[in-house]
Structure formats: structure tokens, C-alpha cells
């Protein structure tokens, strides 16, 4: 186990609804990606907090938004939801002093919206 | 934006054989990392290549990065049933991950 937690595991919403979905990172990781992994597909970059800053973004629009906390956790918050918005969502903590920059994943929060 | 294309999508191998999955960029990639996830979990990180040409060895599994940086592959000897799983090339750019659409690897007893 890499020590990165999720929560919540499951998670079931209707469209338009709002969600917010937690990570706490591994110890001395200061360094938080969250990634959609939509059925069969390879996980895609959200976006990427450092020192409680967003640092980088992938192309999701501005209803996916994020938080880091001075403990280095995070949110993900998705307004608005829409069905395609349905996957697994994956935290991934990391160390910027690590020159592999090895991402470790938590077990994920699956979305499901109807 | 960065794109990585891995191949093939699926692969059903009898015990005992081998297995390699690809991985193309149309671009120079400064690293790339591969990640194997689990039927139900999440990704766990294998290895991460940095120099052109560079040929790494993990008990039965072997990784390459081309000589140009633009492609790379994993081959995996004589599989094992634990070996079951999706496989993925990613492109690491300051610790942003930019992930294949993965390979899928069945293996039949």
C-alpha cells in the first residue's frame, strides 16, 4: 500500500450536483495530481498542486476545481456534474525533491452520475 | 498537446509465453514511466527511463527507451498468472503524467 487515502470509495450523484472528493497524501509528499480515469482508458491529468498552489492543468474545464491544505491533502470539487464526468478519480502524491518524480496513487473514488 | 499511443490494446497469452507492449510519441520525451494497475485498483509504479537507449531489467521484465527518446517498451518472459493486468507508458513532464490508453494483458493457465 502506498499510504495515499481516498475518500470517498463510492460515490453516486445525479446531474447538476455538485461533488468534492478527498485525498491525504503519503507522509513527506508535498506534492498532490489528481487524474479522471473514464472505463478502459488510461488515467488523464486534471490538474496539480505544490505548496497549496495549482501548478499545471490538464483540459478540463473550470467546474473542476481543486484544493491543497497546509498538510499537504487536497479536494477535488467537480459543479455542475454532467454524465460524462461518470470514472474513477485518482489521487497521486509526490515529492518535487524526488528526481523519478514517482507518482504514488491512492485506490480511487468512483463517480458514478445518473 | 503531448500525446503517447501504446499498442496493442489487448493481449491473451497462454502461461508461459511472452508478452511486450509499445509504447510511440511523435515527440522527444525527456523520461517515460510505466505503471501497472490491477483488475479493480489503481496504478502502481514500475520504472521510470531517462537516457536514450536505456535498458532496464526487473526479474522477468524488461524496459526500453529508444535511442531517439520517442518510443519505448515492456516485455514481460515467460508470464505468469500474477502478471494479469493493464499495463501503462506515461510521459512525465515535472511530475505531470501523460498516460497511454494502456495494455491489457490476459494470461491463461
Known amino acids: 500500500e502506498t499510504g495515499v487515502t481516498q475518500s470517498p470509495t463510492h460515490l453516486i450523484k445525479t446531474r447538476g450536483q455538485q461533488v468534492t472528493l478527498r485525498c491525504s497524501s503519503q507522509?513527506?509528499?508535498?506534492?498532490v495530481s489528481w487524474y479522471q480515469q473514464a472505463l478502459g482508458q488510461g488515467p488523464q491529468f486534471i490538474f496539480q498542486?505544490?505548496?497549496?498552489?495549482?501548478?499545471g492543468r490538464g483540459n478540463f474545464p473550470p467546474r473542476f476545481s481543486g484544493l491543497q491544505f497546509p498538510n499537504y491533502s487536497s479536494e477535488l470539487n467537480v459543479n455542475a456534474l454532467e454524465l460524462d464526468d461518470s470514472a474513477l478519480y485518482l489521487c497521486?502524491?509526490?515529492?518535487?525533491?524526488?528526481?523519478?518524480?514517482?507518482?504514488?496513487f491512492g485506490p480511487g473514488t468512483r463517480l458514478t452520475v445518473l | 498537446g503531448q500525446q503517447v499511443m501504446q499498442i496493442p490494446q489487448y493481449q491473451h497469452v497462454q502461461e508461459g509465453e511472452d508478452f511486450t507492449t509499445y509504447c510511440n510519441s511523435s515527440?522527444?520525451?525527456?523520461?517515460i514511466q510505466w505503471y501497472k494497475q490491477r483488475p479493480g485498483g489503481h496504478p502502481v509504479f514500475l520504472i521510470q527511463?531517462?537516457?536514450?537507449?536505456e535498458v532496464k531489467k526487473q526479474k522477468r521484465l524488461t524496459f526500453q527507451f529508444g535511442e531517439a527518446k520517442k518510443n519505448s517498451s515492456l516485455h514481460i518472459t515467460a508470464t505468469q498468472t500474477t502478471d494479469v493486468g493493464t499495463y501503462f507508458c506515461?510521459?512525465?513532464?515535472?511530475?505531470?503524467?501523460?498516460f497511454g490508453q494502456g495494455t491489457t494483458l490476459q494470461v491463461k493457465p
Open positions: 497521486a502524491s509526490s515529492s518535487y525533491r524526488d528526481p523519478a518524480h514517482e507518482q504514488f
Open positions: 507522509s513527506g509528499h508535498n506534492t
Open positions: 498542486y505544490y505548496r497549496e498552489e495549482e501548478n
Open positions: 515527440t522527444t520525451l525527456s523520461n
Open positions: 527511463l531517462v537516457k536514450s537507449g
Open positions: 506515461a510521459a512525465s513532464n515535472t511530475g505531470k503524467l501523460i
